[in-house]
């Protein structure tokens, strides 16, 4: 029995070995040529959504909140129209990017978390190098990423209210509710998107204690994960999950990404989609949400696409 | 009579007032719900293709190559395993990148390029601050960009070889060539996609002169995807036209971005993606290529997804 | 008559041409090997100083002070001995850093600012580049850079104060009251030192509002540093002058940088060096504070040497 | 008795508990006030030469020759003149660099390399941890670092050569003979700077094969820099020891570094400088080239300072 209840239930629901000791994708395995067939033939509109926050200066990453190192994103000018004199009269403009790949909206890959000196389905954590990053579980294994059908999980409106209070722990039984009230159906590879609310906060608060204080999921939602084999999940807060946690800074974390091999989503903008969403009453879509290519990544910056 | 042949062409081909003074998105509006519609609707196996190159040191940016002061990205671990020592056994790993917007498969927005001192939609160049970037066409005013139909000319088979030779010229004729012998129908909104075969021979002979003596559009092919309404443009090379181009150093960039409002998408991957295509003879796809939501930037780094 | 009065002290106190029409080095020329002879010469105990305050995260480019883009600089290790596993046992370490050049301890060089369109010599603004940088008056032609006797002059011990009151005005009578106090002796060349304290309430009470109002030279002390020859002005504040200014943003910057030719030293670390100079009544000294080599650079990062 | 000579050597020469057990600083404890004193006195004429290489894109870490992932800086503009339009005329330039730490001139701080799990006085290599670097022996902590007096001997003159063939060997007995030709006398503190010519090889030839071929020290030569208690040993090519340096990669750095705790500066440029010494036969002078203040850091840019 380990002293832990978040290793109770990674072991519980652990992944390890399920696709083969070589496997690199985890849940994303739940997405099959049919799972994204279906999920595009279920566009009804067209209506296209793109749910990531400003990469810029203006973002989560604040003095007061910023985890482990991250900064905000810094987007520097390399060439500016005024550098060219050339008989052809053209001018051009470039830029470079530096950033915490996980700054802004983006993917956790499975070389982000581990315990116990492991990361899911047994790699040792100190395979990762500083020389070359993440020698297995590199978020470019996870590519094409995460393709299929995304369901939005609306717990702010389930409970009335903008944005859910702080360090709301959103149950299992929370899950279903909504499940009920929005009329979807669950399926196998389903990539689920949780809504607290907790970005709009920030936009009419400020990002001042957006972290410590989180509403997000309870550690038993990994079951309801498990259970209905969602291949990803991504919510609009910075950690998926109610912070304080409890008896560990991050378990559910722990548990998803290492036990079960469950890449998470972070920093979502899912304000215009759910407006949408409620205004036809439809909660489904088709989700295109590839990390970008980053050789020994342990994460990346992603814009997720839903089309309705 | 302007001395430059592409700059009439521009004239000609022009897309300024088109969609109103402050338009920002130029042939992006080619993209409807309609079109998205229907190219979700023609998904037929669920199949996905992820059309980036590598994101890390051994990319095309190379000592002899690289364009205005392009480096192939940089990516630095600043979290690692081995800095944990937490009683409940957790180990996190984290990191940065730090890269040109543009150093590997990319889209160039309508802030990278323009002429006798104005981008699109008579934009000012020196409206560019190296403070914050573009004011007016930044990347961020793309989204949610690039999502529709896109069909694939695989110009190298069209002639029977794993790629075309340096600076081989495609003409219209060619284009259209290709769409006859593929039995595609092209649409108004398509993005369209074009195989030289570049990549492969990078893979094969190395980056060494990549750049200076690529096959690719010539300039005449702006008419082309005018005519068609094509919302966008991508390739395998590293600047969609034939290098050296002949008059100018870019002269489709310039029509195409500057007079047209043209997103264009460069460094692909269409190697997989033409195989499979090749083999059941279908050459249109449901495209997502979003993006990244960089507040003033000129071009950003994708992971197109291609799903048929 | 200017509408602005630093405009006319510019005019007046103009270096423009002094030293020929292609100079680079302004007021640098007062540095002679003669003066640094002398410097060396007085030489009395071998004590020595370093003075710059630590490059890491908690510097004073804080969210609310930091200015014109500004960030703390960025520390990434690139190589850690955890890569290694080599037959002869060895192992090694390796980093990268990402920093504003002007981050902390630091120049301002002759390309940092200008007015009416023009840097110090006449040299066009606009000459400066994206692409590569400042084409004129880049740091890297101010080597070998401020070398030569510097003298401390401790405007905050004058006042008998551990740091002046915020926005106090350091006015010439002020310089000259301490160059009597503390029994020194101006000569042409000397770099001047000026200590306000104002590092030291950053380390007692926090960055916050630092920039916004700190004491430090008001403008008239342009004319006392150019009848002295000073060679070079650094100080312990942000911004060398007084904040606010009064009628301009940085009027002492516009006619020390951009008229007289003089680069300015910022965020210098003065305490440790003050007491050591109090407890034996000298406050004189080699200085060796060159900036580093950076092609194009506006102003660099130093880790400025102080000798007594 | 090891399996490998230079671990022999660097138990014989080990100065590991000679300054005690919490020592950072190794042979830096050289440098007392008297050596800076007399280095102080000794100068001559005043005059001074920076050692740097220029900090920018044309370095030596080019595709076929950086070591451990090294790329040539990079500098990017953060602010233009053209940002501008004040009332009161005001314009300015800012800029960013990023590096990594040893890419041009810099030394290699005690933190950089170790071997059999240790650095320098027995401290864990693992005590460097990608969140915050070194733990122990960071950059910072040898501040206010090498400051004292230098002796250049150039062995390259010695042979009457431009620059020493690859791989030439330089032994104890060669810098015996170079100091009895240039009459001087090594005293304890000394800097010893070691001129191979290898960089001007580079400016003549390209950075092509650089580091793979250099002359430089034998192993053999830290018993010669031990014996005459040397405080630090710079060179003009890239890693102080010949290569290929024969039973391992670095071994001169192994015992230097973690055994004898001595910083080793790289990529000085020593032309200048050498024929100035040679013109008067004088080639001792007073040397300031501390590390920049970087928490953390394993090494640090410089712009090394000899006035004689």
């Known amino acids: 029995m380990t002293r832990y209840e978040f290793k109770s239930i990674g072991q519980r629901l652990s992944n390890w070995g399920r696709w083969g000791a070589d ?9 099959t040529p049919q799972v994204r067939l279906d999920a595009a033939r279920s566009v009804r509109t067209g209506q296209v959504f793109e749910l990531s926050i400003p990469i810029g ?11 482990v190192g991250r900064i905000n994103p810094v ?3 390399s060439v500016h129209p005024g550098d060219f004199d050339r008989p052809d009269g053209m001018v051009g403009a470039d830029d470079y990017i530096f950033m915490p790949l996980q700054a802004a909206t983006h993917w956790d890959g499975l070389a982000h978390i581990g315990y116990d000196g492991l990361l899911y389905n047994g790699v040792p954590a100190n395979s990762i190098r500083s020389m070359d990053g993440a020698k297995r579980h590199a978020i470019d294994q996870s590519l094409p990423g995460v393709v299929g059908r995304g369901i939005l999980l609306d717990i702010a409106r389930l409970h009335g209210r903008d944005w859910l209070a702080p360090s709301h722990p959103i149950t299992p039984d929370e899950l279903d509710e909504a499940v009920k009230q929005q009329n979807l ?18 936009l009419v608060e400020g990002w001042h204690g957006w972290m410590e204080t989180e509403p997000g999921l309870t550690v038993d939602c990994a079951g309801w994960l498990s259970e209905r084999e ?6 609009d807060n910075w950690a998926i999950e109610t912070q304080p946690a409890g008896e560990a800074w991050i378990p559910l974390h722990c548990v998803l990404i290492r036990d079960m091999g469950m890449t998470l989503g972070e920093n979502f903008n899912l304000e215009e989609l759910s407006e949408a969403c409620a205004a036809d009453g439809r909660w489904d879509l088709l989700l295109s949400a590839p990390a970008l290519r980053i050789l020994g990544g342990t994460g990346s ?8």
């Open 23 to 31: 496997d690199q994708r985890g849940t994303l395995n739940f997405l």
């Open 57 to 67: 200066r203006d973002g989560p990453q604040q003095a007061d909140g910023g985890a």
């Open 75 to 77: 987007h520097l000018m």
């Open 185 to 202: 159906t669950v399926r196998s590879g389903d990539v689920l998107l949780v809504r607290t609310g907790w970005r709009r906060k920030a």
């Open 230 to 235: 969602i291949s990803a999940v991504a919510s």
């Open 301 to 308: 910056p992603v814009s997720p696409i839903a089309i309705r």
